[in-house]
């Protein structure tokens, strides 16, 4: 009877769950399949690594520990759970099947770890609460909790209970009772209360077993209408990551528009990542639009569209072009243009959601629907008129190089060793030109062989791509790609991050290929290979990583290689390498209006530096830095205590250049030259 | 409503402008949408949307103008227009008015909008000489151009500050100084998607022969006295502030 009823009842789960768990992945990869191509499916043995890296190894999530161990535990638990389902189902199905006396504690033993990563869960949602949970779904959070407790509730009682049931009422020894060493520490209270008769037992069992597997099928059916849904999508989604260079924001050239204005304008990992997303909120903690007040959270933008999606397939209006627009509509203008572009957001997430390409979309259809910051519009139309964000004629982009008596080559009429690609802040910015210029002196000074592209040089592209103007991007890029063609150059070297990040990994899709080096590695190079000596500027530091240095690029090493070899001692921030906080200047940011900001980036960044205590040297690689951090320290008052110098500046103290500024002159003079 | 908004490229400012014996070297000149050309399309867009409205933009051919227009284009007008003949960069305004008069003639739109003025008015502004060879109304230094049961309303400014409101029956001409917006963003994507989808409507018209003005020197405006300097101190500069209000009556006392 006993069998026969759980038998039933579980068929019954089975068939209903299943049903309800196909139908909606069907109804998901129903959308999947009418959203934009996109080849996630190549480089197999990349993909399996990365899965066993942030799957199995939970990369990512470690880097906060807590969460991090205790999703470990609970994570575990699934897999194990398997176990626990199989001997369970096995058990009622097929009387004396077991899993044998190693499997079987191994259950138990998971039961403790889950009931310590659902207490130590609770410790971090009710008493730490870190903020990056705001906006969460916090009651399908304890929900989840409270379904994951009762499984292992039941895991145990049903345990606990079989030893009796065994025997007694399916007629079979079970030999793995001690071996659930839980169950069978609870059973001793059952014997105590005399609860071991075949209908206590029997009454025991089945609460246990339905609670077990009851709960189990129940989830299954809820889950992909939460949060939880990762459970299953996460490693899927880990799967089809990006494993182009993480800087590429568009893979292919496109022909039509990279707008996105309903879900069939998505690529198919774009509607996979919406349900994967597990609401942890890693991305907001790290998003400097969100901690500078403004209107943007990276998640919230995810959360948005989701729901915005589950909402157009129950109403069945996913082709109704009476629904409000993705973009201005369901992501309002203000979020989208809050964002910086900076990536920490991609870089934080477990299960790899894709921000960045998302927001440029939505962005491009603002764009075509002519709803922008009208100073950032001003600067899109300089960039097609003029090539440059400054509105300066084309003709004045070498004009820094008259103010000092070096001839520089040109590069598209005699060959050069390098080619420096100079960029817009700093061929035109005040507060960069003079770095412009200590570099040239310090190329002179080393005899490299350079040469400029002079006026047929034009802005790289990298921030009209990321505000959604893909045209002009391309447009941008084929006028550089056609004056570098012409020109004659063994590589490429830039001051610039963003100018690299265009032509190192936006130009290849027009069949542009070539070596492309930021200075701090160009220097490096040309330090080890004996052509430039460097005195020690022994001052103490922290460096701050440009988001398409250090992030986009992962040029981590060679800036501190550097500073190592000018015998700079070296302060980290907190938040360094790919975890580094943005300068808010980053993805058109720098030229779009900052009413509602309470907290600039800029400012908190200096503040994080100010922590450190006794580090009264700022450290940037990026003409954009120089011009934000400097403003940030004037407007804070605090150029007493931290001063922003570039890596030229301290370059050109280490190489004793007359022009060098003379605090670090003095400095390295006192220094010796090192080996 | 039938809108028609006359369209003029001019040379691009940011980019300095070479002579040589005393000539402006023309072809070295990068052109630009006229701004108040750009701005009287707006306006002409804006009525579109808001009241809809059949929106045709007419440009001479004196060199390569067909940017400017497919740019119209792509930001929503209806047709572009390019009038063809033996025009160069030199015409000058008021024979460019009696070319646009000859089309205007032959298609006669309920209101035509075009630029106050344009950094090469020589001769006059095109919006007053057109409209004299139409014989249609005509007010200059407008903005918020609306329609209401077939009527025009409008606002034109006068110096000091006055504004008028007007009420007109069309058929007018408009000489605007600003749209209610600032002109819409394009992509650059969409232009070149005209460029390969739409085409311009070519209308030949013969130059006409209209009576013109010879310009014999360009020359800087002679200083008719010098500014007053008057330091940076901060204290100083208020009492000097003080005394010319004082002595313009501008100061209650
Ligand atoms: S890219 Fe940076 S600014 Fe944009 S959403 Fe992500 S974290 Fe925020
Ligand atoms: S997008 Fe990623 S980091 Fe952000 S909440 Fe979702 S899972 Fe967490």
Redesign the interface.
């Known amino acids: 009877m006993l069998r026969i009823g759980l038998i039933v009842v579980t068929v019954a789960l089975i068939v209903v769950s299943a049903a309800l768990f196909l139908g909606r992945l069907l109804a998901i990869w129903a959308v999947m399949k009418t959203a934009r191509p996109l080849n996630r499916t190549d480089r197999l043995g990349e993909r399996i690594k990365s899965v066993v890296e942030h799957v199995v190894l939970h990369r990512r999530m470690f880097r906060i520990t807590l969460s991090g161990t205790l999703h470990y535990f609970i994570f575990s638990g699934f897999v194990i759970l398997l176990i626990d389902i199989v001997e369970t189902v096995g058990e009622v199905f097929f009387p004396g099947f077991t899993v044998g006396r190693i499997l079987a504690p191994l259950v138990d033993i998971w039961v403790i770890l889950v009931a310590v990563g659902i207490v130590l869960a609770l410790y971090n949602r009710i008493i730490l609460k870190p903020k990056r949970f705001e906006g969460s779904d916090e009651k399908d959070a304890y929900l989840i909790l409270g379904l994951i407790g009762a499984i292992i509730v039941g895991i145990v009682i049903h345990d606990s209970f079989f030893p009796f049931v065994a025997p007694q009422v399916f007629h079979v020894a079970d030999p793995v009772a001690r071996a659930h060493f839980l169950g069978f520490a609870v059973s001793r209270l059952w014997v105590a209360l005399g609860w071991t008769g075949p209908t206590a037992a029997s009454i025991g069992y089945a609460l246990g077993y339905l609670i077990d597997i009851g709960v189990v099928f129940a989830f299954l059916a809820y889950l992909p209408y939460s949060k939880h849904f990762h459970i299953f999508l996460a490693v899927p989604n880990i799967f089809i990551r990006n494993l182009n260079p993480q800087g590429e924001l568009v893979p292919e050239p496109i022909d039509e ?1 990279m707008a996105i204005r309903n879900f069939h304008d998505f690529n198919w990992k774009d509607i996979a990542d919406l349900y994967t997303c597990t609401e942890c909120g890693r991305c907001q903690a790290v998003c400097p639009a969100y901690a500078a007040g403004q209107p943007l959270s990276p998640k919230m933008v995810i959360l948005k569209l989701r729901d915005a999606l589950n909402e157009r397939m129950a109403e069945n209006t996913l082709d109704d072009p009476n629904t409000a627009s993705l973009a201005g509509g369901v992501i309002s203008p203000e979020e989208l243009w809050a964002c910086t572009t900076c990536g920490a957001c991609q870089e934080a997430c477990p299960v790899f959601i894709e921000h960045v390409p998302k927001i440029a979309g939505l962005r ?1 259809a603002l ?2 629907d ?1 709803v ?1 910051d ?1 100073n950032a ?1 001003k600067v ?2 300089s960039w ?3 090539g440059n964000s400054f ?5 004045k982009r070498p004009a820094w190089a008259k103010n000092i008596d070096i001839a520089i080559k040109d590069a598209r009429r005699e060959p050069v060793d390098w080619l420096w690609f100079v960029g817009d802040f700093a061929s035109w910015d005040p507060r960069v030109q003079r770095l412009t210029e200590q570099i040239a002196h310090l190329l002179e000074r080393s005899g490299i062989d350079f040469g400029i592209l002079y006026e047929s040089e034009v802005n790289a592209g990298n921030e009209a791509l990321r505000l959604g ?4 991007f ?2 941008l890029a084929q006028k550089n790609i056609k004056a570098l063609e012409a020109a004659q150059y063994r590589r490429i070297f830039t001051t610039d991050p963003h100018s690299l990040n265009a032509l190192k990994n936006e130009y290849g899709k027009f069949g542009f290929h070539a070596e492309v080096r930021h200075y701090t590695e160009a220097f490096l190079e040309w330090i080890d290979e004996g052509r430039i000596a460097v005195k020690s500027v022994p001052i103490r530091a922290t460096y701050h990583d440009p988001c398409y240095l250090g992030r986009w690029n992962g040029i981590v090493k060679a800036p501190r290689t550097l500073l190592q070899r000018l015998g700079v001692q070296l302060v980290e921030m907190p938040r360094h390498g790919a975890q580094s906080f943005c300068c808010g200047a980053g993805g058109g940011r720098i030229w779009m209006d900052e009413t509602g900001m309470t907290d600039r980036p800029a400012n908190q960044r200096i503040r994080e530096a100010l922590a450190l205590g006794d580090v009264p040297f700022f450290v940037v690689a990026c003409p954009k830095d120089v011009s934000m951090f400097s403003a940030s320290v004037t407007a804070m008052g605090v150029e007493n205590q931290i001063r922003v110098v570039d890596m030229a500046d301290l370059l050109a103290g280490a190489v004793g250049l007359k022009t060098a500024d003379e605090a670090i002159l003095a400095l390295a003079s006192m220094a010796t030259v090192s080996p | 409503m039938k809108i028609t908004v006359l369209m003029k490229d001019v040379p ?1 400012l ?3 402008l070479e002579l040589e014996a005393g000539q402006l070297l023309v072809d070295d000149i ?1 052109f ?1 949408v006229s701004e108040w050309d750009d701005q009287a399309l707006e306006e002409a867009l804006l009525i579109k949307d808001e009241a809809g409205a059949d929106v045709t933009i007419v440009a001479v051919d004196t060199g390569d103008v067909d940017t400017m227009l497919y740019t119209a284009l792509a930001k929503g007008a209806d047709r572009a227009v390019k009038i063809v003949g033996d025009f160069t960069r030199r015409l000058t305004n008021r024979t460019r008015a009696a070319i646009l008069a000859e089309y205007c003639k032959s298609e006669s739109p309920d209101l035509i909008l075009t630029g106050v003025q344009a950094i090469d008015d020589i001769d006059g502004q095109i919006a007053g000489l057109l409209a004299g060879y139409l014989d249609i109304p005509h007010a200059s230094v407008v903005r918020e151009v609306h329609t209401m049961d077939a009527q025009l309303h409008f606002i034109q400014e006068y110096s000091g500050g006055r504004m008028a409101e007007f009420t007109a029956a069309s058929p007018v001409l408009l000489g605007i100084q600003a749209a209610r917006k ?1 002109p ?9 998607q005209l460029q390969k989808s739409a085409t311009l409507d070519e209308v030949q018209v013969v130059l006409p022969s209209t009576p013109g003005l010879t310009v014999r020197r360009l020359y800087k405006p002679e200083a008719a006295g010098h500014a007053e300097m008057w330091g940076d101190d901060a204290d100083t500069v208020a009492e000097h502030i003080v005394r010319v209000l004082g002595e313009k009556k501008l100061l209650r006392s």
Do not use: F, N
């Open positions: 528009t491009a764009l075509e002519g922008i009208p519009q899109l139309v097609d008129r003029q509105g300066q004629p084309a003709r103007e893909y045209g002009l391309e447009a | 691009d940011v980019e300095d990068s630009v600032p819409r963003y394009v992509t650059v994507a969409k232009v070149r």
